[in-house]
């Protein structure tokens, strides 16, 4: 198939044809937690000590499957458990939300029931999604319980220093925990929303859309196919703004291809690539994207010893293999002209060298450079 689709060098959105390609062709695996990034993750109150863990919830005695409003399988099956497992699963479960919302106190326990708890069979984490409800005003939301990947953990760790959102997430060696981002899938908004969005609409998502792409190649974040980000509308005095939002994060670092973190090459985007071509000309492209990399290299700057403190435990993790890290700097170097991306012997070399280069050169990109 042929799509007409952006790309071009440093970023640049330059119309080009290219022939639609499997990006992601093999499972990745999950990569455990270093001792590392375990004192890391202790030192920024991100460690949890838990007498429950992913492998338990998995001994449900049956299921039913989850069905959306249109009657369609949603992919996700409700779980049941017999009633000692169900009793004490619910237990730890509420002292979890607790220890992620609040301050892990039990005060607020009678308070708290758990409505469900739906199993993904899609995808590669597998998760479990809590849905908690307090009781007194029937407020509830939805937590997800995932197995530990160091990968997930990097790539929760850059969304939460170098994107506009704070993450709220806890881990050990078995079990990840995380909060819920709420927000339209994005294959749900481009299927049911995006056509009865206004002509000045479709321009402010277009600009998020090129936002969000730029920052998601940076951090080198893959696999944003629509149904892992959401977009979420905004109030705003008399119109609505649109932001677009990450919500799975295991592909970080982890693809040869610089393609796969560049949302824009896959196919389930394409609607959202038309909108740009039709609503934003190419000096406004090149316009958000030096916006959105100042941005992102002023965070770096802000974000103090953290950053560099979890980038030095990165170069020392494995994350990939060896054949991915050789054809991605490759590509990084062609892309960028920058010799230090051939230099990186490890994923986490690799991402110092992005940020290097961002620190760098942003104060000196200007609109004519990149024209």
């Not at 792409?213 to 951090?219: F, K, L, P, S, T």
């Not at 000309?281 to 950053?307: A, C, D, P, T």
Request: glycine share 4%; with cysteine.
């Amino acid at each position: 198939m042929i799509i007409e689709t952006q790309s071009g060098k440093r970023g640049i959105f330059v119309k080009k044809s290219v022939v639609e390609e499997k990006l992601i062709s093999k499972k990745k695996p999950f990569f455990p937690i270093s001792k590392a990034l375990m004192h890391f993750l202790k030192k920024y109150d991100r460690w949890m000590e838990s007498s429950i863990c992913y492998e338990d919830l998995l001994r449900f005695s049956g299921s039913v499957i989850v069905y959306d409003k249109n009657d369609s399988d949603t992919l996700w099956v409700r779980v049941y458990y017999s009633d000692p497992d169900r009793e004490e699963i619910d237990y730890h479960l509420k002292t979890i939300y607790t220890q992620l919302y609040s301050d892990g106190g039990d005060s607020s326990l009678p308070d708290l029931n758990i409505d469900a708890i739906d199993y993904c069979t899609f995808g590669n984490s597998k998760p479990f999604r809590i849905k908690i409800r307090n009781i007194l005003n029937d407020n509830f939301t939805y937590f997800y319980v995932k197995k530990t990947d160091a990968s997930r953990v990097y790539g929760l760790e850059f969304e939460h220093t170098l994107s506009p959102y704070n993450l709220n997430y806890m881990v050990n060696h078995d079990t990840l925990i995380e909060e819920h981002i709420a927000g339209i899938p994005g294959d749900v908004f481009i299927k049911e929303y995006l056509p009865d969005c206004s002509a000045a609409e479709k321009a402010q998502i277009a600009k998020e859309y090129v936002k969000f792409n730029e920052r998601c190649m940076i951090r080198l974040l893959g696999d944003m196919r629509a149904y892992n980000y959401v977009v979420i509308p905004i109030h705003d005095f008399d119109h609505v703004i649109y932001k677009i939002r990450a919500i799975d994060f295991d592909q970080q670092c982890f693809e040869g291809k610089l393609s796969v973190y560049r949302p824009q090459f896959f196919k389930e985007n394409y609607p959202l690539m038309m909108v740009i071509k039709d609503k934003l000309n190419h000096e406004s492209i090149v316009q958000y994207k030096i916006e959105e990399r100042s941005i992102v290299s002023r965070r770096l700057i802000n974000s103090g010893n953290r950053i560099d403190f979890l980038v030095n435990i990165m170069k020392n993790d494995l994350l990939t293999i060896p054949e991915n890290l050789e054809k991605l700097k490759k590509e990084i170097f062609v892309f960028t002209k920058e010799v230090a991306f051939t230099k990186s012997k490890s994923m986490g070399e690799l991402m110092q060298a992005a940020f290097d280069y961002m620190r760098r050169n942003y104060q000196n990109v200007s609109l004519g450079d990149l024209l």
